[in-house]
């Protein structure tokens, strides 16, 4: 997979993508992400990048023309250019959930745009953008973060990233469920016991019981979550159980 990251902070990129699973998936040829100042698409003197909003009003507002010249300069050495994700991190976008990192996973190249300062032109948003993503209902300085976060969660899922030990079979959000408590060594922690079940080594019992914290810790900390969850069969009747033995 291929990423474009189009930022005026690109720097603030290379800590991240400098740890070992990004240096590792890089190596290995699974990703390839490619950091593009803005700033070096602009033409006059000062290579401005922002001006003052048309209608009046505080802050800059980010110029379309740097930003539309460095998404068609990435187009252009696409092999899937018509067929590329433009994807502009800010809060008005619809909110970034697994899901979506799912469907991202599945292309070839991505193009992120991260705004900044009061915000970007609306041109950039209705006619270079494909879509528009938040990360939360909340307002940062820029899609840097944002970016990062996305990349993030979309790159661990491309196949191979991960190393096997490390798979996303199991965990928070792949079901649309919350992850159940995992445990390692010590089995006594300052008097803090691990759960007995899961040293049994009986582990039709020990899955029976994750299924059953899975639920329990949704329904407690996330009920927003179990409606639209992929629930079994089995899923509704531990459900049920909770709720008769009064669990919220
Ligand atoms: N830019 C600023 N805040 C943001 C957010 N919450 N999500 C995506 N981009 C942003």
Redesign the pocket.
Known sequence: MRIDVLTLFPDMFRAVFGVSIYQRAMDNGLVQINLHNIRDYTHDRHHTVDDTPYGGGPGMVMKPEPIFEAVEAVKAQSEASSDVPVIL???Q?RLFDQKIAGELSQYPHLIIIC?HYEGVDERVAEHMATDR???????????EL?AMVVIDAVVRLVPGVLGSSESPVSESHMDGLLEYPQYTRPSDFRGWMVPDILLSGDHARIARWRQEQSLRRTLERRPDLINKAKLSPEDRKILAQLASSGAK
């Open positions: 991190l800010t809060p976008g705004g993503l938040s990360i939360g209902d909340y307002v940062l300085t820029g899609g944002p």
